[in-house]
């Protein structure tokens, strides 16, 4: 692909030296609808990131557009805090009956703010409260979101760094294969927890990602993640799963955690669940832990009513004959079959592929190879970012919509940026 150069001075002069995303994918991008993206100059480029999980349904999804056009041309109710309005009961109703009715799942909803990162902060005060304690158990690698009490249950160095004070009330603990199965399932982790001596103030809770998508895709077993909820009940903790990436369908079922059979005490979702990347996070709990005082945890945006007529209209769409999943798994199975073919392309030492659903990892043993690879697929008209540690994984977020062909066209790009970049 031919690019000209884009004029990128009014940003470089006047934005934050702080964004990421533009500098890996240096053009002005102008349009996007379903899979593909388009800068200002025409150029397509196939989406593997999806708003990082935020457009589970595409770019501009036209079923969720004509909703959202139809509710504002009405004059529909744009700002309500917290206000009863005919959006949100219409989101509530559908949440009920489309997604936790039909899973037997008591869940209060709480609209804590428009980000992962409220969510989060608002299941942690929530467990603290409940317990009366102050500790939190999280994982390695794990990635819960930007602000402090986040940033405490957030592994990446780099990233709790930039908070600039510390970090504290959190432990990590290893997560599933961490040790390369060397060590059996918790056994530091329940050790701890019954000596007296090891100094590990008694959590209020423990959170996780079935799936770490930011740590490198790292795929938790269904038999680990019951065994971390039976570790929980036992020793008197909440379990709060993460969901805001890989929630909303992107690894198969609606919730993440379905596939373990588990019903965690408290579940953040944030992501796709307006499906038009209109910002909007959830909290979810078990009624038994909806002590909250009226006002105790508030937010201006936290009622996003554009983002609650599309959020029903996502899932009325998608998600109400339960095809959505079918369609998810045997488009995974498709991303495996290629990953497959191209680690056994290039049978590097330390080249491996993990996933579930639409979420992939590529890892390679050089951190550098994995960047390189990322910016070939660029050049060639495709979207994908890099995660884990040391950056060393690809990583495809396709939109759970995207078509088979569109499908094919994406992995066989990727296969020859690998191609070309090792």
Same mark, same amino acid.
């Given at each position: 692909?031919?690019?000209?150069?884009?004029?990128? @001075?009014?940003?470089?002069?006047?934005?934050? !030296?702080?964004?990421? $995303?533009?500098?890996?994918?240096?053009?002005?991008?102008?349009?996007?609808?379903? @899979?593909?993206?388009?800068?200002?100059?025409?150029?397509?480029?196939?989406?593997?990131?999806?708003?990082?999980?935020?457009?589970? $349904?595409?770019?501009?999804?036209?079923?969720?557009?004509?909703?959202?056009?139809? $509710?504002?041309?009405?004059?529909?109710?744009?700002?309500?805090?917290?206000?009863?309005?005919?959006?949100?009961?219409? *989101?509530?109703?559908?949440?009920?009956?489309?997604?936790?009715?039909?899973?037997?799942?008591? $869940? =209060?909803?709480?609209?804590?703010?428009?980000?992962?990162? &409220?969510?989060? !902060?608002?299941?942690? /005060?929530?467990?603290?409260?409940?317990?009366?304690? +102050?500790?939190?158990? %999280?994982?390695? &690698?794990? *990635?819960? #979101?930007?602000?402090?009490? %986040?940033?405490?249950?957030?592994?990446?160095?780099? =990233?709790?760094?930039?908070?600039?004070?510390?970090?504290?009330?959190?432990?990590?603990?290893?997560?599933? &294969?961490?040790?390369?199965?060397?060590?059996?399932?918790?056994?530091? *982790?329940?050790?701890?927890?019954?000596?007296?001596?090891?100094?590990?103030?008694?959590?209020?809770?423990?959170?996780?990602?079935?799936?770490?998508?930011?740590?490198?895709?790292?795929?938790?077993?269904? !038999?680990?993640?019951?065994?971390?909820?039976?570790?929980?009940?036992?020793?008197?903790?909440?379990?709060?799963?993460?969901?805001?990436?890989?929630?909303?369908?992107?690894?198969?079922?609606?919730?993440?955690?379905? !596939?373990?059979?588990?019903?965690?005490?408290?579940?953040?979702?944030?992501?796709?669940? @307006?499906?038009?990347?209109?910002?909007?996070?959830?909290?979810?709990?078990?009624?038994?832990?909806?002590?909250?005082?009226?006002?105790?945890?508030?937010?201006?945006?936290?009622?996003?009513?554009?983002?609650?007529?599309?959020?029903?209209?996502?899932?009325?769409?998608?998600?109400?004959?339960?095809?959505?999943? =079918?369609?998810?798994?045997?488009?995974?199975?498709?991303?495996?079959?290629?990953?497959?073919?191209?680690?056994?392309?290039?049978?590097?030492?330390?080249?491996?592929?993990?996933?579930?659903?639409?979420?992939?990892?590529?890892?390679?043993?050089?951190?550098?190879?994995?960047?390189?690879?990322? =910016?070939?697929?660029?050049?060639?008209?495709?979207?994908? +970012?890099?995660?884990?540690?040391?950056? +060393?994984?690809? /990583?495809?977020?396709?939109?759970?919509?995207?078509?088979?062909?569109?499908?094919?066209? #994406?992995?066989?790009?990727?296969?020859?940026?690998?191609? +070309?970049?090792?």
């Amino acid at each position: 692909m031919t690019l000209t150069q884009p004029d990128l @001075s009014v940003f470089e002069t006047l934005e934050s !030296e702080v964004r990421s $995303y533009c500098r890996s994918w240096p053009v002005v991008f102008d349009r996007a609808q379903g @899979s593909r993206m388009f800068d200002e100059d025409g150029h397509g480029y196939l989406d593997f990131f999806a708003g990082a999980g935020s457009l589970n $349904y595409g770019h501009n999804n036209p079923v969720l557009k004509r909703a959202l056009l139809g $509710y504002l041309e009405r004059d529909g109710v744009t700002h309500g805090l917290d206000m009863s309005t005919t959006a949100k009961r219409a *989101f509530l109703e559908s949440f009920h009956s489309i997604v936790l009715h039909p899973r037997d799942l008591p $869940y =209060k909803v709480m609209f804590p703010g428009p980000t992962g990162t &409220n969510a989060v !902060e608002a299941a942690l /005060k929530l467990a603290r409260k409940v317990k009366g304690r +102050e500790s939190i158990v %999280s994982f390695t &690698n794990a *990635f819960h #979101g930007m602000t402090l009490g %986040s940033l405490a249950v957030t592994g990446n160095a780099f =990233k709790r760094a930039g908070a600039g004070i510390p970090l504290v009330h959190g432990t990590p603990m290893p997560f599933d &294969n961490y040790l390369n199965g060397r060590t059996p399932d918790f056994l530091w *982790f329940e050790r701890l927890l019954e000596d007296q001596g090891s100094g590990l103030n008694r959590p209020a809770a423990v959170i996780v990602e079935t799936i770490q998508g930011e740590g490198g895709v790292n795929v938790a077993r269904a !038999e680990w993640l019951r065994a971390l909820a039976d570790l929980c009940e036992r020793h008197d903790m909440l379990l709060i799963v993460d969901d805001i990436q890989m929630g909303c369908g992107r690894t198969g079922a609606f919730f993440s955690f379905e !596939e373990a059979g588990i019903v965690p005490d408290i579940v953040t979702v944030s992501k796709s669940i @307006s499906g038009y990347g209109l910002p909007m996070a959830l909290t979810l709990f078990k009624p038994e832990l909806d002590i909250w005082e009226p006002g105790e945890h508030n937010g201006t945006f936290r009622g996003n009513n554009p983002a609650f007529v599309t959020g029903a209209a996502a899932l009325s769409t998608y998600w109400a004959d339960g095809q959505m999943e =079918k369609q998810t798994l045997s488009r995974g199975e498709v991303v495996h079959s290629h990953l497959r073919a191209i680690v056994a392309e290039h049978p590097h030492p330390g080249t491996k592929y993990r996933g579930r659903g639409l979420v992939w990892g590529l890892e390679f043993a050089d951190p550098t190879l994995a960047g390189r690879i990322a =910016k070939r697929a660029f050049a060639l008209g495709l979207l994908v +970012e890099t995660s884990g540690p040391r950056d +060393e994984v690809v /990583k495809l977020l396709p939109a759970l919509t995207i078509t088979p062909d569109e499908l094919d066209d #994406g992995l066989r790009t990727l296969a020859r940026a690998v191609r +070309e970049c090792t």
